[in-house]
């Protein structure tokens, strides 16, 4: 089978290949050909592999070529980040709605020209959630709570999730939208995401720097691992199309904790010095956008696919630890952590 | 004050020109030019008034200059029916989805530039709700239901509305979405809707002619006559942004009637020989299509603007005489009705 990541260079996109080349096989069938679409080329090992073909540039301007290039499945992880977003309407508006518009057309236009129906996961968020006046987020958000996203970036998903909906209800793609947590702990550099500290406050202080959180300590929210991301992801590609009855969009498993419980998780697994790194500074643009977001996520559905949230945050800490640990590069990443 | 009305040669267009040409202020300001775009003509008795301007063709292309020429106040009613969206996937794309957001980006540029935030009411409809598998209708869809739209009108209608409420919270435009329900009876010939066949079974027999329902008699419905949807659309535009408590679609006021009722309604006013005018003959495309929406509606939110459903079905059918009584042409609308 040939398959297609938008994002495919990126955090969760690089993630998921490695996982999808390790395994050989997707939803019963082999793999033979990977083809990661991303503005940048894909880390070299990735690209070591005959099965992996790169596609870099912006995915708006690939979309046209695609539309003569069939795809047995698509991962459409691509996307501007939150803080972008909110930046740059425009970029946020072109990355985000008008690049999957486009990616859902090419699609379409194999299937009228005799292709087979391409299935595609669609990469939402938990974003797509937010309070409102008139209706209160309950205080587990749910697969059926009532969106009303309180930014670009929330607002772009869930049209994104409806639009999928769609254009599967019309037989041009089979979809389905996973609604990612926030994956931490996020190795690199912080990304313009306004959730970027949720990875910051645990990275940083382990390569020896010092981390600003930019909330207070009891400020809650649904996390999970990278590896959990991507068993989810693949988990909803293996569905049937039956296990979403009618509704295409539905929440990953998240481990809901506060910020509190993360940097206890830290000091428990690094040591007090390790968590003493992190100031608290409050930051109201960052504090603002947080303020709007779920306290924490139920996934009844994606529970019945077999998914299971991350046990603990000490586990998220130490799974980040590990991966540094079997990185050709990671060493740099543990340099605050004594041995 | 500086109005356009998109749809404004249509049939809820016209009627929303012609009240406030009579009102002749909307939100306590004068109205001073109403602009007319549709893809044909206004009506020449509007095109008299001295206020009004007509724009004839695609709104699409007339969006461009649009960027160069602020408005006060826009109500967005253009739009192509849910059975010609159905019927021409990209038809729908671009009539009801790139259309709003060429509008709205029309809108923001006018801000950028300077001008004053804009109102806009849209018209959503109650085509945005639908059942899965997995989430029931209520009874009667609310202001919160959540939203499952079953055909590619109400996908578009629903990424509209968020949309809308992501472009009102970066002060692009004061939005409020405004859901329409079916409304009823309309005059003239049956267009491209699934739901035309709501006026057709009333306004066939009463021009003397056979009609065909296609669906049974129990079917059940949300309708508002035109009259009660122009107000509510006015009212939804003179109302303060607070009253929406930060969420900007609620539901017009809903008449809940079943197609039994209406045609003893029809019977009531008009008498057993119009009534009979009307054969059931099953649709298995419209039926299936009507099977997916809901049977009835609640408008709490509306309520508290003051607005109220219509009585009866009987009032309906006898708004629909009076109008055609009216009307310098409409004797031939009634001459199936006995004097």
Same sequence: chains 1, 2.
Avoid at 84 to 94: N, V
Avoid at 242 to 267: I, K, S, T, W, Y
Avoid at 279 to 284: I, L
Wanted: hydrophobic share 45%.
């Amino acid at each position: 089978m040939k398959l297609l990541i938008t994002g495919g260079a990126g955090f969760v996109g690089t993630r998921l290949a490695q996982a999808l080349l390790a395994r050989g096989t997707l939803a019963g069938r082999r793999i033979e050909t990977l083809v990661l679409a991303d503005q940048v080329a894909p880390r070299a090992e990735l690209l070591a592999d005959p099965r992996v073909k790169a596609r870099t540039g912006a995915l708006l301007a690939q979309c046209a070529a695609l539309r003569d290039e069939p795809f047995d499945g698509v991962f459409h992880l691509a996307s501007a980040v939150s803080g972008e977003c909110e930046a740059d309407f425009e970029l946020g508006l072109r990355s985000n709605l008008d690049s999957t518009r486009a990616l859902f057309d090419a699609l379409r236009a194999t299937v009228q020209h005799g292709a087979p129906v391409p299935r595609l996961v669609f990469s939402s968020s938990v974003a797509v959630f937010g309070p409102d006046a008139a209706v209160p987020l309950p205080p587990r958000v749910a697969d059926d709570t009532l969106p009303a996203p309180q930014t670009s970036y929330g607002t772009h998903k869930l049209m994104c999730e409806y639009l999928l909906a769609d254009y599967s209800r019309k037989g041009f793609i089979d979809g389905r939208a996973a609604r990612l947590m926030t994956v931490t702990v996020r190795p690199g550099r912080p990304n313009g995401a306004a959730s970027s500290f949720f990875s910051g406050i645990i990275r940083e202080p382990l390569a020896g720097d010092e981390a600003v959180c930019p909330v207070s300590a009891n400020v809650c929210h649904p996390v999970a691992s990278p590896a959990r991301t991507v068993e989810g992801l693949i988990a909803v590609y293996e569905a049937s199309r039956e296990a979403f009855h009618g509704r295409l969009a539905m929440n990953l498993p998240a481990l809901n904790v506060c910020v509190g419980q993360m940097l206890d998780a830290l000091e428990e697994v690094a040591g007090r010095a390790v968590r003493e790194r992190v100031r608290f500074e409050s930051d109201e643009r960052i504090a603002g956008i947080v303020a709007n977001w779920p306290k924490a996520a139920d996934a009844a559905r994606a529970a019945r696919l077999g998914l299971k949230p991350d046990g603990s945050f000490t586990d998220i800490v130490r799974q980040y630890i590990a991966d540094c640990e079997a990185a050709p590069d990671g060493a740099a990443a543990l340099k605050g952590l004594a041995r």
